[in-house]
């Protein structure tokens, strides 16, 4: 065992930017024959981790963006937060810190293969790296009730239940990013599409009352007023429609709607604001400041999609070869791979809802009551759960943001409330959070790995049932 849990940690180490080519290049050695078409694979394998390295650093700066906005958020609340988001340092500790992680490897990968067999799920969860997330799961839980079988139970009902989530609303995803046969896996994201689906099904009833009540007031003011008040003649409407085309080409193709206008006029403002109430006393200085703001932005603008169209560029042919391997030798069913969410950050509908969403989650976080962390070290996870707000609402940034007001404060009461969960495990283990920490740092919390709802919702049923046998 402390070999295995050695390679297992040798394989996290190496992270998802070179596993995930990996597998896939793997994968075309077997669904592929001759050469030529290898090498091919093996070009477009290297697109995608050369893509996901730019895609990861253009990522990392762009989180760094928001750290003066988030600073100077919390600068104006009186909010105390008295847990600390610890990222990725908490889960990697509690994976190296339990004994059960290979056996909860073994049972996932046997997990997917009998729901494959059994018709269960069409799913095939490739990215191997994001199996951390139930690790952790597994761990907390057999360190709860202290029983490895009900840990590696439980993990392996989250990953069932995350598989088909999945298959269902992984179509989405396909029919977005216009990717064949994608899906994403990760438990953290895929757990909240019911709540976009819900508030895409009101908001489309709503439009749909309200295209009701506008066809029958047209009604109306056609049976009691003059019908030449809807006519128009022939010229007019000759000329709204050459009007009507102008503008739209003003909207669509204009100078201001390129990505690196646009994210320097964004940062520009947000420099503006954030060194507003000095403006007057130091004008230069803060124009200049706004103006580095701007390019700093504009450069996240433009390599972000840049990296993004890589990935896509070598994923399509990878998916479309093994989804076709599969159909002529095993089955005719419609298969989705289960990938990153990573590789669809660089879209620019998500790019521009979680530079919304960011800044909302900091301002949320200092107003919800029960509320005692503020995101930092996983702030990533917002850009990730844009890509399923966004890919379900078909693009519409409004839509995602309504998603999101409903989800957000879950996400900072949940993980708020994980944060007993952590400490004692790390207390019990006589782990550091961080080393040479301040003794003020008492309480943290992953606002990532302790986000999901499925997860608090097993252990709140656990707890009860635990107390009864004590």
Not at 258 to 286: R, V, W
Not at 427 to 451: C, I, T
């Amino acid at each position: 065992m402390p070999s295995a849990n050695l390679i297992i940690e040798k394989i996290i180490e190496i992270g998802p930017i070179f596993i995930l080519p990996s597998i896939l290049f793997l994968a075309s050695l077997i669904t592929i024959k001759s050469l030529k078409d290898i090498l091919l694979n093996f070009l477009n394998c290297l697109y995608i981790f050369l893509g996901t390295i730019g895609l990861s650093i253009a990522i990392t700066l762009y989180i760094n963006f928001f750290n003066p906005i988030i600073e100077s958020i919390k600068n104006t609340s009186t909010k105390q937060f008295t847990v600390i988001d610890g990222g990725w340092i908490i889960s990697e500790k509690i994976i190296f810190n339990t004994d059960i992680t290979l056996c909860l490897i073994i049972a996932f990968f046997a997990l997917n293969i009998l729901m494959l067999l059994t018709h269960l799920t069409r799913t095939i969860n490739i990215d191997l790296w994001n199996w951390w997330i139930l690790i952790v799961i597994g761990s907390l839980i057999y360190y709860i009730t202290a029983m490895k079988w009900l840990g590696i139970f439980l993990a392996v009902l989250i990953s069932g239940i995350t598989l088909v989530f999945s298959d269902i609303y992984g179509p989405n995803l396909e029919k977005y990013f216009k990717i064949n046969a994608v899906t994403n896996t990760q438990p953290q994201l895929v757990v909240w599409s019911p709540i976009t689906q819900f508030v895409n099904f009101i908001i489309n009833q709503i439009l749909s009352i309200f295209k009701k009540i506008y066809i029958l007031i047209k009604i109306l003011f056609t049976k009691f007023f003059p019908l030449y008040i809807f006519k128009k003649s022939k010229k007019s409407i000759q000329k709204n429609n050459f009007k009507g085309a102008c503008f739209k080409l003003f909207i669509y193709n204009s100078f201001f709607t390129e990505p690196l206008i646009a994210g320097f006029l964004l940062g520009f403002i947000i420099g503006i604001i954030l060194k507003f109430k000095t403006i007057n006393f130091e004008t230069k200085n803060n124009i200049l400041f706004a103006i580095g703001y701007g390019v700093y932005l504009s450069v996240i603008f433009f390599i972000l999609p840049k990296m993004n169209l890589l990935i896509i560029k070598g994923l399509k042919p990878i998916l479309n070869n093994i989804v076709e391997f599969i159909n002529k030798k095993i089955t005719k069913r419609k298969i989705h791979i289960g990938v990153d969410a990573l590789i669809f950050v660089g879209n620019p509908a998500v790019i521009y809802t979680s530079l919304i969403l960011i800044p909302f989650t900091a301002y949320i976080a200092t107003l919800l009551p029960g509320n005692k962390i503020l995101p930092s070290a996983d702030l990533v996870l917002i850009p990730l759960l844009a890509v399923w707000v966004i890919s379900q609402s078909k693009g519409n940034i409004i839509r995602a943001f309504l998603s999101c007001v409903l989800i957000i404060p879950l996400t900072l009461w949940i993980s708020t409330d994980m944060s007993k969960i952590f400490v004692s495990f790390f207390n019990k283990n006589n782990l550091e959070f961080l080393q040479n920490a301040s003794q003020d740092v008492k309480n943290f919390s992953s606002y990532n790995a302790g986000s999901n709802w499925l997860f608090w919702i097993i252990l709140q049923i656990i707890k009860p049932v635990l107390e009864i046998f004590k």
